[in-house]
């Protein structure tokens, strides 16, 4: 039976990658999408999300919308220049035809961890909000979960947000400190491994070549963000954020895995910074706190072509 997941998402170029991959992949069943701030605002990540699923076909998954602030403080803001002021690459496509469900993003995650008890994975690709709110309004999901498995954090690298924290869990630290502190299984696919799996310009040629709308989408919206890449970083083409986490998912033998207890900084320079417990540390802070699968080591070509077969033949 395909592994029925909720991808909670701030579409973003990587996310639009994450679930036109997640849609092509028949182990997984993409039973909801449920949008949140983060690389934009969470209205435009909700249209987002809509259109993506318009253009793969799949407008018969539902999409609700989530928090708009993290949870102690306003959102900073979205990142442009990084994914365009649409968050498309700045191609301003069409307005969507359908329009999300008539619940928040953490009462449909309630809702629909409690029809289906231990058979859903949540895969939050942006800052965790929805997921910790979920969690304060009804603390039983964390026995109801199957597994929770997200895009985020740095355990032994620098951040991308700031030298310290990575974008995702920075946006919201105290709500990443609850889902890493809960009682269920948390599996971390961070920059650890997300650096190491590198899109390179002939990989991304090939999408042009797959002759199907969710490929040629991705053609379109790749060029602005590939830019921000190679300005910044020493490589040419893309690194593959949240695609890594969908990869993951289907095979997880593409991944070394250590497992530490794990907090997140929340004040002052280290705001966003996840901290594993690397030496079994008993302070304080991390005692009585569950192992997190964290991703220390990847096979990045294989995750690359994983992604580009499953689009390729979509």
Request: negative net charge.
């Amino acid at each position: 039976m395909p592994r029925k997941i909720i991808i909670d998402t701030d579409p973003g170029v990587d996310d639009t990658m994450a679930i036109f991959f997640a849609l092509c992949s028949p182990e997984l069943d993409v039973i909801g999408l449920t949008s949140i701030f983060g690389n934009v605002h969470t209205e435009l990540a909700t249209t987002n999300a809509l259109r993506l699923l318009e253009i793969a076909g799949r407008a018969d998954i539902p999409v609700a919308q989530g928090a708009v602030d993290p949870l102690t403080q306003p959102f900073e803001g979205p990142v442009p220049f990084v994914h365009g002021e649409d968050g498309q690459g700045d191609i301003f496509a069409p307005e969507p035809a359908g329009s999300a469900i008539n619940l928040s993003a953490a009462q449909f995650i309630i809702e629909r961890l409690r029809a289906h008890p231990g058979e859903i994975t949540l895969v939050p690709v942006g800052p965790l909000t929805n997921i910790a709110l979920a969690l304060r309004l009804e603390p039983r999901i964390a026995d109801w979960v199957h597994e929770v498995v997200l895009m985020g954090g740095n355990a032994l690298v620098p951040g991308n947000a700031s030298p310290a924290g990575e974008a995702n869990i920075r946006n919201d630290p105290e709500a990443a400190d609850l889902v890493f502190g809960a009682a269920w299984q948390v599996t971390m696919v961070g920059l650890d491994v997300t650096l190491r799996v590198h899109m390179k310009p002939d990989d991304i040629a090939e999408y042009a070549a797959h002759g199907n709308p969710m490929s040629e989408h991705i053609s379109r919206i790749l060029p602005h963000y590939r830019n921000y890449f190679e300005a910044n970083y020493d490589a040419e083409g893309i690194f593959v954020h949240d695609s890594s986490a969908i990869a993951y998912l289907i095979d997880p033998t593409l991944f070394q895995v250590r497992r530490w207890a794990m907090r997140v900084g929340t004040q002052g320079l280290g705001r966003g910074k996840t901290w594993p417990a690397t030496g079994g540390h008993t302070l304080p802070a991390w005692q009585g706190r569950p192992l997190v699968n964290v991703c220390v080591g990847v096979d990045g070509e294989r995750v690359v072509a994983l992604a580009a077969e499953r689009l390729r033949n979509a």
